[in-house]
Structures are given as C-alpha cells and as structure tokens.
C-alpha cells in the first residue's frame, strides 16, 4: 500500500523566515496531494493541495510543488509568523477517496 | 459549506465499557465517510472506510470486532469502541467525501476518548 514520509519532524525558524516540509510517496498511482495544519486537540486544517496533474501550486504565503518523477511534494512558507506555528501534515490519495498521512512536522516560528 | 461535526467532543468511560461516537455531514450527503485515530504528538491513522449501506473496509491491523462502523445514513457515520481498555485511550477523527466529487476530506473535530 502506499506510504508516505515526510521531514523534518521538527523545524524551528525565526520569524520572516522561510519554511520547507518535504515528502515522498511511493505509489505512483496516487493523484491528490493535500497539505494540512493541526493544532493541539483539534481537527486537521486544509492549507493547500494539488493534483497530479499540476506541478505548482501557491496560495498568498504557501506553496507547494510535486515532482512526480521522483514521488515527491513540498510545503514552502514564506514569511513566515508566529501563528503559523503548528504540527503540518503532508498526505497523499492512491485512490478517489483515501488518504494516507504522513509523520508530521512541528514547526515552531519564534518572534 | 462542508461541516461536519462529531459527538461527543470528549468521553471518559471504565475499562470494559463500549462507546459510540457520532459523525455527521451537515450541510452535504457524505458519499464515503473515513475513522482515524491519533495518539498523541502521532499523526493520523486510517482505520476504516466506510460507504453508506454497506460494510466498512478496516485498514490492517484493525479489529473490525472491535470497532464497530455503521454508516446507516448519507449523513451519519458511527464508530463504537467495544470493551474499551486504557489503550483505546486516544483521539478519534472522522471526515467526509462528497462535496466536490472525490479526494477532498472535511473532517469533524474529532473525539477524545479516555478509558479508565
């Protein structure tokens, strides 16, 4: 079945700073690539997400991008803010509805 | 659009106790509804699928005896933990499909399940 890791598992930046979460898959049947942020005791937030048939897709501050060659996306937040600080998690879909989550990243933004 | 909501938010019970746990779909029929479980600072376990009018698909490692799926309804969704022990402690978190034809998961915001 499909498996997804991501990492780092924790990243710490300075405010105004950039962040980059990466992940890899590794069925290449999967089409739908949904990032998502969670907050402590609540349910998962949809930032973002692509298709396979998309390679780019930025949303204001976050982007993310698919190489599908290599069965790998990635969150990238500019600028980034204290309120971004979370735990972010990547997923991929192997079929129309299932997801499959990876680990998870702690980001810590310090002012 | 695309709220979903669970009940209980949060339920204490003595070990050897069963519990259920509601997952709605409010404003939009819910054509698969998915059960994850999250112990903590862990990410998001798939448990079960599950398709309104028939049996749920439990992912590996999942006791289907023991937690019980029953999606009765395009917009009701339950998950009952049977016999529960201290090590069903966790946080439960349903979501839903529907809305926009495929892939997108709205979730509820989830249940927190102690066992004593």
């Known amino acids: 079945g499909e498996n997804v890791e991501q990492h780092p598992s924790t990243l710490s930046v300075q405010e105004g700073d950039s962040a980059v979460i990466k992940c890899t898959y590794s069925?290449?049947?999967?089409?739908?690539f949904p990032w998502y942020k969670q907050e402590l005791g609540k349910r998962p937030q949809l930032i973002i997400d692509?298709?396979?048939?998309?390679g780019e897709k930025k949303d204001q501050r976050i982007a993310v991008t698919l190489n599908k060659t290599a069965k790998h996306f990635s969150l990238h937040i500019t600028e980034t803010q204290p309120e971004d600080s979370a735990v972010y998690f990547c997923?991929?879909?192997?079929?129309?509805?299932?997801?499959?989550f990876g680990t998870g990243t702690r980001l810590q933004v310090f002012p | 659009g695309a709220v979903v909501s669970q009940h209980p938010s949060w339920v204490i019970c003595k070990s050897g106790t069963s519990v259920k746990i509601e997952c709605r779909s409010l404003?939009?029929?819910?054509?698969?509804m998915f059960w994850y479980r999250q112990f903590p600072k862990q990410s998001l376990m798939l448990m079960a699928t599950?398709?309104?009018?028939?049996?749920?698909?439990?992912e590996q490692g999942v006791e289907k005896d023991k937690f019980l799926i029953n999606h009765a309804s395009l917009t009701l969704s339950t998950l009952t933990v049977t016999s529960a022990h201290p090590e069903d402690s966790s946080f439960y978190i349903c979501?839903?499909?529907?809305?926009?034809?495929?892939?997108?998961?709205?979730f509820g915001p989830g249940t927190r399940l102690t066992v004593l």
């Open positions: 692509i298709r396979s048939n998309v």
């Open positions: 997923a991929a879909s192997p079929n129309t509805d299932k997801l499959i």
């Open positions: 599950s398709n309104e009018g028939s049996k749920a698909t439990y």
């Open positions: 069925d290449s049947a999967s089409n739908y």
């Open positions: 404003d939009f029929q819910a054509t698969t």
């Open positions: 979501s839903a499909t529907g809305l926009r034809g495929y892939n997108e998961q709205f």
